[in-house]
């Protein structure tokens, strides 16, 4: 049982750089596959970055590989997403999430059973 609280958000230029954060509270955070999500208006929920457990694992959309990077640190129950060069098209609202059943994260929205509120993010041209 955990709940999840992002951070973070707001407007930056394209090119430049921002820090989401998922602070974690309840337990078990550390077995706990993490994920990062977005959604724009009028669109689906959209796989951003998945992190295993222990950190060891990641994988990334290909629109954002190379660009972003998530981190855990599992003594802070915190996860983050660094979002370097950001482009217009990233605009959304992201959302940390969690998959209690699993250590390995999957890019499917249905395999992750804790959501945050989400985090506005807006990337200016």
């Known amino acids: 049982q955990v709940q999840l609280v992002e951070s973070g958000g707001g407007l930056v230029q394209a090119g430049g750089s921002l820090r989401l954060s998922c602070a974690a509270s309840?337990?078990?955070?550390?077995?706990?596959?993490m994920g990062w999500f977005r959604q724009a208006p009028g669109k689906e929920r959209e796989f951003v970055v998945a992190i295993s457990w222990s950190g060891a694992s990641t994988f990334y959309a290909d629109s954002v590989k190379g660009r972003f990077t998530i981190s855990r640190d599992n003594a802070k129950n915190t996860v983050y997403l660094q979002m370097n060069s950001p482009k217009p098209e990233d605009t959304a609202v992201y959302y940390c999430a969690a998959d209690s059943r699993r250590l390995y994260g999957s890019r499917w929205p249905s395999e992750y059973d804790y959501w945050g509120q989400g985090t506005q993010v807006t990337v200016s041209s």
């Open positions: 309840g337990r078990t955070f550390s077995s706990y596959a």
